[in-house]
């Protein structure tokens, strides 16, 4: 091995690595093995044999990152913070030497780096600046985000503690807010956060205690001394436990003895209509009207408003609507419905406006209000034509090329986080498109879509929707009777076609199919289950287009079944409306955020994919049409996994 520094450990982890490798990707793979080792005599050398390559840098940035440790290693870092200014290595430095800096409490220089930060920085070193402006006496930073740091249900980073004490101490965080993560953290179910924020209010609650407000409501409801603060807002939560198994019983109890709780009574009425949200219950508002006075979280406020969207509370929607913060008013959610409201109330013109806006986007609100202004997407662009000055300067880009060389290694997070940073600062349609192109010709789909989705102005859909495994895709869509479009659209929503790809939750592969699911479809086909079936494409789309089938038969509207295939179809059956409902407004009132967004994005892809296609409902409206109320729609699921 060339140098002779190389350790005995070194060479057993490069005798592994593929013959295949070039040398310079050998030697990068043995300058990350030494960094992390701690062998800087290894390291150096294999910054010098690095030398010419793309990932040259890295060893560089290996070596200095370990000196960022030591006052004595300053100078080398800011050497390569300006050598390497506005690279993505160069903001992993700047963020390492900030925290050293703060943690060595140099204040003086934490506050002249912190502006050349990039990115916005993590909690923890965000505290860490804050202490920094708090050594000379400055919060002015500190105080807008007073309320972000404290009103959370999460435990905070150990640096943010000195933080969060100054702004008690100068009185910009209250005994209020005390009490308001006291009830988020119970609301959320983070008992060891409610007791310690408890404590803080002289409430010594033991685990029991706070089991006890779930396993027995009324009891605690019943026995509190309503004399105390701290037993009005437990019993006050107590009623929204309550109101889950006994919403009559609860709502009985709180309207002859709300007196009692006197100001806690408003967070006991929005208990109740978070319950009643919950159950699809329309009484949940005239609950909401009775919390007023209770402060608002954006989740409070945003579950009121799909309750609104769901039963076509129109008047009510734009009332609460006018009480919204500029924030969440300013979203494209809300302001699609207030078009709507609009639109029902005949303020016409107040309606197309908002539609007008929304429109400019081809994302599920753009094309909703498209289609509610009488129009439809045109066809897809023609090709935008990607020239050899466009591919030179991607050659010509350190970290695109630099994100290519790590993903040929099969550093699949290091070459991601290379390319989502140079796509970020790209600003440049046409680089960005040549980008996508080069990643799909490597079959890095995932990344070729990142890049083509955030053109400003020149829009590709061959990249932003690509069409890979078509040929399986199709015969096993056209075997079972399914629109390949929608399933092209939840593909692209589940893997962006990465075959490899595996959720936190087991699920893989294309169609990210559990093992469960994936053994009880290979049962049902009467063919032998292999773990490896998931990650292969040709098995993957079998099983998965076989599962969606079912859920689609089971529920019967492919709405229902893409919440069904996402949440689980015994959850999409229970937010089945009673009455038919129209697709979008039940869609804003699924639950679950991750399933909402989910739905949205797969119904959307498919409009997309049908008109490449040119095949399948092209109009999105008309695609997800009306969800079947029960009155009017059988479903058995006894058989799903």
């Known amino acids: 091995m060339r140098g002779g520094f190389w350790t005995s450990s070194l060479l057993t982890v490069l005798m592994l690595v593929s013959p295949l490798l070039s040398a310079a990707d050998r030697d990068w793979l043995a300058a990350r093995e030494a960094f992390r080792q701690g062998n800087d005599t290894a390291l150096a050398q294999a910054a010098r044999d690095l030398r010419g390559s793309p990932l040259a840098v890295y060893a560089d940035y290996w070596q200095v990152w370990r000196l960022a440790r030591l006052a004595e290693g300053n100078a080398a870092v800011a050497d390569f913070l300006q050598r390497e200014q506005g690279s993505y290595l160069a903001e992993q430095l700047r963020i390492h030497w900030l925290t050293q800096l703060a943690q060595r409490q140099d204040w003086a220089r934490v506050r002249a780096e912190a502006p050349k930060l990039l990115g916005t920085p993590a909690t923890e070193l965000q505290c860490w600046l804050l202490q920094a402006d708090l050594a000379f006496d400055d919060v002015s930073k500190a105080t ?14 150990n640096s943010c503690t000195p933080v969060i004490n100054a702004l008690f101490d100068r009185g910009i965080l209250t005994q209020e807010h005390r009490w308001q993560r006291f009830r988020l953290a119970l609301e959320d179910g983070v008992s060891g956060v409610a007791r310690f924020v408890g404590n803080g209010l002289g409430l010594s609650l033991a685990e029991r205690d706070i089991k006890a407000l779930t396993d027995t409501p009324r009891q605690v409801i019943e026995r509190a001394d309503v004399s105390q603060r701290g037993a009005r807002e437990l019993a006050a939560f107590a009623y929204s436990r309550w109101a889950r198994v006994d919403p009559v019983g609860a709502h009985a109890h709180l309207e002859a003895n709300a007196g009692r709780l006197r100001e806690q009574a408003a967070y006991a009425w929005r208990g109740l209509a978070m319950a009643a949200v919950r159950r699809f219950d329309p009484i949940a508002e005239s609950f909401f009207q009775r919390s007023e006075t209770a402060a608002w979280t954006t989740m409070h406020r945003e579950t009121r408003l799909r309750g609104l969207v769901r039963h076509g509370a129109w008047a009510d929607y734009r009332r609460v609507y006018d009480t919204l913060p500029v924030a969440i008013q300013n979203q494209r959610a809300w302001q699609y419905w207030l078009a709507r409201a609009q639109d029902e109330a005949n303020l016409k013109a107040n309606a197309q406006r908002i539609f007008a806006q929304l429109s400019v986007d081809e994302d599920f609100y753009g094309l909703l209000s498209l289609e509610r202004l009488g129009a439809v997407m045109a066809a897809p662009s023609t090709n935008v034509v990607i020239n050899r000055a466009d591919r030179d300067r991607l050659a010509a880009h350190p970290g695109f090329q630099r994100a290519f060389a790590l993903h040929a290694l099969g550093q699949r997070w290091e070459s991601a986080a290379e390319w989502n940073w140079a796509v970020r600062f790209a600003n440049d349609d046409r680089l960005l498109l040549a980008a996508a192109e080069a990643a799909n010709q490597r079959e890095w789909y995932d990344r070729a879509i990142f890049a083509a989705e955030r053109t400003q102005q020149l829009h590709e859909p061959r990249f932003r929707y690509l069409t890979p495994y078509r040929d399986v895709t199709r015969g096993y869509a056209r075997e079972l009777g399914l629109d390949e479009a929608w399933v092209y659209g939840l593909i692209r929503q589940e893997s962006r076609f990465v075959s490899s790809a595996r959720s936190s939750a087991g699920a893989g592969g294309l169609m990210q199919v559990m093992p469960a699911t994936a053994q009880w479809v ?75 967004d989910y739905v949205k994005k797969v119904m959307t892809n498919a409009v997309h994919y049908a008109r490449i296609f040119n095949d399948g409902e092209r109009v999105l409206s008309r695609r997800i049409g009306v969800v079947p109320g029960y009155l009017t729609a059988q479903s058995s699921l006894e058989s799903s996994p």
């Open 522 to 596: 290979t049962k049902r086909l009467g063919i032998p289950y292999q773990a490896s079936m998931t990650n292969d494409v040709g098995q993957n789309v079998r099983l998965g287009t076989y599962y969606l089938q079912h859920v689609l038969s089971s529920l019967g509207h492919p709405v229902l079944a893409t919440a069904g295939y996402n949440a689980g179809p015994r959850r999409a059956q229970e937010w089945r409306p009673d009455q038919n409902l129209e697709a979008a407004r039940f869609i804003e009132s699924i639950p679950f955020y991750e399933t909402r």
């Open 144 to 157: 807008p985000l007073a309320e972000t740091l404290w009103l959370t249900s999460r435990d905070q980073p």
